[in-house]
């Protein structure tokens, strides 16, 4: 009997992650994951449906029903407080969710909320939500200079992309004094999904594959756009993420993982020793460094021997780790390494 009831309520939570996901097949889908009839996936639905889940639009056709939908905009002031905004008005209308859900979506609104007050220079913020039976999305948005512009002019770099690859190293702050420089690192790997438009970037971090993507937004966006989505029933928790980044006995966040892509602009290739330094800024502040060369087709020599031989002998306390990367791109990583042990003999 126990079984039984498992079994449909993850049959239940399938649809319902589907019903969101895949709207107009989703109970064919479910009809051959579980290879059951019609009849019997109509009869988990109007369950769904009696519970405040899904409601039918017409015939065949279903919807997550919006269990919660709500927005106000908060002026900022020097005595606004981002836990008291959390306490009074946005844990109220979440509390049904676990608590590990709960504290993940306590750190991410606090932290996010904060970055606005200490660095955005916007008089108001505008925060929303919106949940259903499956997921939980929250946006918070300002008026004021557009994160991906601070960090460039604060540290003097390129333009708004070089400062989303610094963004996504961790460790990151115009104001060091006041912050680690790990709210936004950590968030975005805590949820499922986490996105940032500003100017004319959007970065998208998806927890599914662990990735991070950036786009060229065709209208510039005023200040600061962030987006956190996290799926109800999540068996995650701050402590495994913050876990998955901390290395040794300091329990300090010392573990990275960069998105070597992030690097590139359109179609050109990662050959030179100026995109490497570029790429290996900041590095040094951590003991172990994933370089993740996902959709990176092949890299040159010049690159190569920069992050490989020259950066490595430089930091040999320092983890080098590549991830993802193509016969190509090894079999240069290789080559750059081997070259020491040539020079050796």
């Keep these: 009997m126990v079984r039984l009831r498992k079994r449909g309520e993850e049959l239940?939570?399938?649809?319902?992650?589907?019903?969101?996901?895949n709207p107009k097949n989703f109970i064919s889908l479910t009809i051959q994951k579980y290879n059951i009839t019609r009849q019997a996936v109509h009869k988990h639905i109007r369950m769904l449906i009696e519970q405040g889940a899904l409601i039918r639009i017409k015939n065949g056709q279903y919807e997550l029903r919006l269990q919660?939908?709500?927005?106000?905009?908060?002026?900022?002031?020097?005595?606004?407080?981002?836990?008291?905004?959390?306490?009074?008005?946005?844990?109220?209308?979440?509390?049904?969710?676990?608590?590990?859900?709960?504290?993940?979506?306590?750190?991410?609104?606090?932290?996010?909320?904060?970055?606005?007050?200490?660095?955005?220079?916007?008089?108001?913020?505008?925060?929303?939500?919106?949940?259903?039976?499956?997921?939980?999305?929250?946006?918070?948005?300002?008026?004021?200079?557009?994160?991906?512009?601070?960090i460039r002019q604060a540290m003097n770099l390129l333009d708004a992309r070089h400062a989303v690859l610094e963004l996504t190293k961790g460790k990151l702050t115009t104001d060091p004094s006041r912050h680690s420089g790990e709210g936004i690192f950590f968030t975005s790997r805590m949820f499922d999904k986490f996105s940032i438009l500003s100017g004319d970037v959007f970065l998208s971090h998806n927890y599914s594959n662990d990735e991070d993507w950036i786009?060229?937004?065709?209208?510039?966006?005023?200040?600061?756009?962030?987006?956190?989505?996290?799926?109800?029933?999540?068996?995650?928790?701050?402590?495994?993420?913050?876990?998955?980044?901390?290395?040794?006995?300091?329990?300090?966040?010392?573990?990275?993982?960069?998105?070597?892509?992030?690097?590139?602009?359109?179609?050109?290739?990662?050959?030179?020793?100026?995109?490497?330094?570029?790429?290996?800024?900041?590095?040094d502040r951590f003991m172990i460094v994933i370089f993740d060369f996902h959709e990176v087709e092949s890299i040159g020599q010049a690159f190569a021997d920069e992050v490989f031989r020259v950066f490595a002998n430089q930091h040999p306390h320092i983890e080098i780790i590549p991830f993802n990367a193509n016969s190509t791109v090894m079999q240069m990583i290789q080559r750059a390494r081997s070259h020491d042990e040539v020079e050796s003999k």
């Design 12 to 21: 239940r939570q399938y649809i319902l992650e589907h019903a969101e996901a």
């Design 68 to 150: 919660e939908e709500w927005s106000t905009t908060i002026p900022i002031s020097g005595k606004t407080s981002e836990d008291v905004i959390w306490r009074n008005q946005i844990a109220q209308r979440i509390r049904q969710l676990p608590d590990n859900a709960l504290n993940i979506w306590q750190y991410g609104f606090t932290e996010m909320f904060n970055n606005v007050i200490d660095h955005s220079e916007s008089k108001t913020v505008f925060v929303g939500i919106k949940k259903t039976a499956y997921s939980t999305e929250m946006f918070i948005s300002d008026f004021g200079v557009g994160i991906f512009n601070k």
């Design 215 to 283: 786009l060229e937004n065709q209208e510039n966006q005023n200040g600061t756009w962030i987006s956190m989505k996290l799926i109800n029933n999540t068996s995650r928790t701050t402590k495994e993420i913050f876990d998955k980044f901390t290395s040794g006995d300091n329990f300090g966040f010392t573990k990275t993982v960069v998105p070597v892509r992030l690097a590139q602009y359109g179609n050109e290739k990662l050959v030179s020793r100026s995109q490497a330094k570029r790429l290996l800024e900041r590095i």
